[in-house]
């Protein structure tokens, strides 16, 4: 039996398209509790129109968001937590942590809900994560968990070398302890 589901049902569907599914789950299940009306020819029709506009929509969004996947594939972030002795977080890397970076890398807001993280990281290392902008763009980012010491070392060993250059310094003698820059 066809049927247009008027809500989204796990592992069927989303709402408005069309599915084929057994009379008995039709009648017994998804009509009764209204997820579902059965397909007549005018029902069909209105629902394929609908699902036309909705094709257009994400078509029209996946122009609009290709640059920003652009920008988005192949970025790192790195991202600094406390660590245990044996290597994992004390807390996790959420979604919502990886959004917050996002935003201060790229400039531009990212909902949590389009990161796709099955669970939230745990573990020191290279993490590759999807983001769902909409329809087929899902770009790729890498995020790099460190710990904090790790994260301040990488963060001025550049510095560093940059002003041991101009001042004709080395870098172990620029580093004492106690001395302040």
């Excluded at 299940?29 to 036309?52: C, D, M």
């Excluded at 890397?93 to 790229?106: H, M, S, V, Y």
Aim: charge should be negative; proline fraction near 6%; charged fraction near 30%.
């Amino acid at each position: 039996m066809k049927v247009i589901l008027l809500q989204d049902v796990p592992k069927l569907g989303t709402a408005g398209s069309i599915a084929t599914v057994s009379d008995g789950y039709a009648r017994n299940y998804l009509i009764p509790k209204g997820l579902a009306e059965p397909a007549t020819p005018s029902r069909l029709k209105v629902a394929e129109q609908r699902l036309a506009a909705e094709r257009r929509r994400i078509a029209r969004e996946e122009e609009a968001m290709r640059s920003l996947a652009e920008r988005l594939d192949g970025l790192r972030l790195v991202i600094a937590a406390h660590v245990g002795e044996s290597g994992r977080l004390y807390g996790s890397i959420t979604a919502q942590d990886i959004a917050e970076k996002l935003r201060e890398t790229i400039g531009e807001e990212i909902d949590r809900r389009k990161i796709e993280l099955d669970e939230p990281i745990r573990t020191i290392g290279e993490h590759q994560v999807p983001v769902h902008l909409v329809g087929q763009l899902r770009p790729v980012i890498t995020v790099i968990v460190t710990s904090p010491e790790e994260a301040t070392a990488g963060a001025q060993a550049a510095p560093a070398a940059s002003e041991s250059d101009a001042t004709g310094e080395t870098e172990s003698q620029s580093s004492e302890p106690g001395a302040e820059e």
